[in-house]
């Protein structure tokens, strides 16, 4: 079974930039499109990017659209997710998953630890 280990969160300014990673076990990694979630204090967990399997098609949610872009190294078992333009709005501990498709929210891996993004105003 796949599992995603995330990192790179922090806290930064608002305007600021960071970039988080997504690190996969196992050999069929490059089997599944995978997406980034997040989570705000209190609400429920949200879809924020997603790419596919050979990382040609990418989808993002309507917030990120033009701050955020997803990537993915399959040599490196890795998928990233570069932020910029960071907004208070994107605070939230964010999370990756193995998805069905990049427009589907079925998960088909556990969820993570997480990493915390926290952009101070």
């Known amino acids: 079974q796949v599992q995603l280990v995330e990192s790179g969160g922090g806290l930064v300014q608002a305007g600021g930039s960071l970039r988080l990673s997504c690190a996969a076990s196992?050999?069929?990694?490059?089997?599944?499109?995978t997406g980034w979630f997040r989570q705000a204090p209190g609400m429920e967990r949200t879809f924020v990017a997603a790419?596919?399997?050979?990382?040609?098609?990418?989808h993002y949610a309507d917030s990120v659209k033009g701050r955020f872009t997803i990537s993915r190294d399959n040599a490196k078992n890795t998928i990233y997710l570069q932020m910029n333009s960071l907004k208070p709005d994107d605070t939230a501990v964010y999370y990756c998953?193995?998805?069905?498709?990049?427009?589907?929210?079925?998960?088909?891996?556990?969820w993570g630890q997480g990493t915390q993004v926290t952009v101070s105003s």
């Open positions: 196992g050999r069929t990694f490059s089997s599944f499109a």
């Open positions: 790419i596919g399997r050979i990382g040609g098609s990418t």
């Open positions: 998953a193995a998805i069905t498709g990049i427009y589907s929210t079925t998960v088909l891996t556990p």
